[in-house]
């Protein structure tokens, strides 16, 4: 059977898809490496915190992209043997080829949009939560919301009041040194009650009662899923708490009861879940917190 030389213009075509899908799939290889070194050469959990929360599934969105384009000139090729000549099959091939890359970018889409949130999710949380290191070398102390209060000019209370800002203070004791790190206070999706997934976004707030000097206000805040579209709105309080007594002259108080049998403590951390303590007194509770490392235990 006398071999047929397919037109230069196919010759030329499948060359092309062969040296394209090379191309793509190199660059979608190339993001993914150039982002996690970037990420890697991060030092500050802050900084690190806010390049994942911008730019880690944008970047993973551009290498399914290429991945995609990649997989329709593979498919391009197919059957480039039996053609010799510009016809119908090369136009319904390249049909399925545009249809093949379409679905492999949108699943990835699908799956960066609406599952890999939940993995971002827990990479920020170790970010923010991880103990930071003060300048002599010892841990930092992450502040309560009540503690914090003293180290926040009225302007950073009044963000965190109405969320649109939330500030955590890390403090090392011994030195007095304070780190204040500025978050915004909805850079992440909550995970919807509906669908599971981590796609419950805020539509709008409304404050529906100002604070007053007789008592804290109310705001509400109103979500939507953006895969699902299920609704909820949530009151929060907002506080008219002006100012805050030094965190350093508060303690733990516990009541005295002679009846006491055992003192429990459930402690709770977002990396590492949560632990209980029994002790047989007051006074053991009360010596354990205030020597109590959440990493040593």
Same mark, same amino acid.
């Given at each position: ?5 397919p037109?230069? $213009?196919? #010759?030329?075509?499948?060359? #092309? ?21 970037? +990420? ?17 599934i ?8 290429? $991945?995609?384009?990649? #997989?329709? %000139? ?33 699943? @990835? ?11 971002v999710?827990?990479? +920020? %949380? ?12 010892a841990?930092?102390? +992450? ?8 180290? %926040?000019?009225l ?9 649109s800002i ?9 030195? @007095? ?24 976004? *805020? ?16 705001? *509400? ?8 579209k ?36 459930? *402690? ?19 010596? $354990? ?9």
């Amino acid at each position: 059977m006398e071999y047929i030389e397919p037109s230069p $213009f196919l #010759a030329a075509w499948h060359q #092309a898809m062969i040296i394209g899908a090379i191309i793509m799939i190199a660059a979608g290889i190339l993001i993914y490496l150039v982002y996690n070194l970037r +990420l890697s050469s991060i030092k500050s959990l802050h900084a690190r915190y806010d390049f994942i929360n911008t730019k880690e599934i944008e970047n993973y969105k551009l290498v399914f992209y290429c $991945f995609g384009i990649a #997989a329709a %000139l593979i498919i391009n090729r197919y059957g480039m043997d039996k053609l010799k000549d510009v016809e119908v099959w090369f136009f319904a091939r390249l049909i399925i080829a545009i249809a093949g890359g379409t679905l492999v970018g949108y699943v @990835g889409y699908l799956v960066l949009e609406y599952y890999y949130p939940s993995v971002v999710h827990k990479k +920020l %949380l170790k970010c923010r939560y991880t103990p930071r290191v003060a300048s002599n070398g010892a841990k930092m102390r +992450l502040l309560s919301e009540e503690e914090e209060d003293v180290h %926040l000019d009225l302007g950073m209370q009044a963000e965190e009041n109405i969320f649109s800002i939330d500030y955590d203070v890390w403090i090392e004791e011994k030195s @007095g040194e304070v780190k204040i790190e500025k978050y915004a206070g909805h850079l992440q999706a909550l995970q919807c009650n509906s669908c599971g997934f981590y796609t419950m976004k *805020v539509l709008r707030e409304e404050v529906t009662k100002p604070a007053t000097p007789e008592g804290p206000g109310e705001l *509400v805040k109103y979500y939507q899923c953006s895969y699902c579209k299920s609704n909820r709105a949530t009151a929060y309080n907002i506080s008219n708490k002006q100012s805050a007594d030094d965190y350093r002259h508060q303690k733990y108080k516990f009541k005295s009861n002679n009846d006491v049998d055992s003192v429990k403590i459930e *402690v709770h951390s977002t990396i590492k879940g949560k632990k209980h303590y029994e002790f047989q007194n007051v006074e053991e509770a009360q010596r $354990f917190l205030s020597e109590f490392d959440f990493d040593k235990s």
